[in-house]
């Protein structure tokens, strides 16, 4: 708290600090606590907070900005304003890593008979896990060349249920991810899988699989990236948070940096905005308690 020059005048002075403070209209407890040096409640409160938010920040990877650094100070039954969490962040020096616009990553084939649109849009969270699935295919440049990147997501919680990582954009790469979901997963038959028109996704083989899985295959409309946005905001995620961070030597580098950060981040700690700040695990176990309840 600022304390009037002219007390500090008077104290130099010899003068009765008590009639000055009175003629200041300045309590005599912030007269003295600025001699002292002590620092105010205000203060104490704000460096305490400052250390939870440091660690939160710090265990987010530096992605976090002040929105789920609050929400995250909530789960842990901190109490504070989302302008108190900015403004400490600010004078910390911290904050999050921004969106980037995003781009195509997949070629289409303009030849394939593509299945219907099953989705249209409808990418809300749901209460029915394992019913509706969403995959694309990213690359990602290390100094041994591209690698690419197939993922399988949960509508419903926006988990990460299946992925692979590999050289190559061959049909293998999405089978691949597909795979890890139903050994994950076992979802029930009946369960969509949308898409863009990827020709990995349009062949044959793709078909196939998923015919004797009981998947029943959705794509988007030719140039729609907005028709698949959940997987594209995915990767824009990981890219931001991860893949765009550092310098990559090696694909089994890589490799083990995106198991990290999906199955040990991703999938169960970061908060999700469109979960209501909850990481896709907690929000299935919400589900899960919900469901037993009812039952």
């Not at 050289?167 to 969509?192: C, I, N, S, Y």
Request: glycine share 6%.
């Amino acid at each position: 708290m600022k304390v009037h020059p002219f007390i500090e005048a008077e104290k130099i002075a010899g003068h009765n600090v008590h009639k000055a403070c009175e003629l200041l209209k300045v309590s005599r407890s912030a007269y003295y606590l600025r001699r002292n040096g002590a620092p105010s409640a205000r203060a104490t409160t704000d460096a305490e907070l400052t250390e939870k938010i440091v660690a939160i920040h710090t265990e987010s990877k530096g992605t976090y900005g002040s929105p789920r650094v609050h929400k995250e100070l909530g789960h842990r039954e901190v109490v504070c304003g989302k302008r108190r969490v900015t403004r400490l962040m600010r004078l910390a020096g911290l904050e999050g890593r921004c969106k980037k616009r995003w781009r195509k990553t997949t070629v289409a084939d303009p030849e394939a008979e593509a299945a219907k649109d099953l989705i249209q849009r409808h990418f809300g969270p749901a209460e029915d896990i394992d019913r509706r699935y969403v995959g694309d295919i990213t690359y990602i440049a290390t100094w041994e060349g591209w690698a690419y990147l197939a993922t399988v997501i949960d509508l419903a919680s926006r988990k990460v249920v299946g992925w692979a990582l590999a050289d190559h954009m061959r049909t293998e790469l999405v089978e691949d991810a597909l795979k890890m979901a139903f050994t994950q997963r076992a979802p029930d038959k009946g369960v969509v899988f949308h898409s863009d028109r990827g020709c990995q996704y349009t062949s044959k083989d793709f078909a196939d699989l998923a015919r004797a899985n009981g998947v029943v295959l959705s794509v988007g409309r030719k140039g729609e990236c907005w028709d698949n946005a959940v997987a594209e905001s995915f990767f824009a995620t990981i890219k931001r948070e991860l893949i765009d961070t550092r310098a990559w030597p090696t694909r089994a580098g890589l490799r083990r940096n995106v198991f990290e950060y999906i199955e040990g981040w991703y999938n169960t700690r970061r908060l999700h905005s469109t979960l209501g700040y909850l990481s896709p695990a907690q929000y299935e176990a919400r589900l899960h308690n919900a469901n037993r309840q009812a039952a």
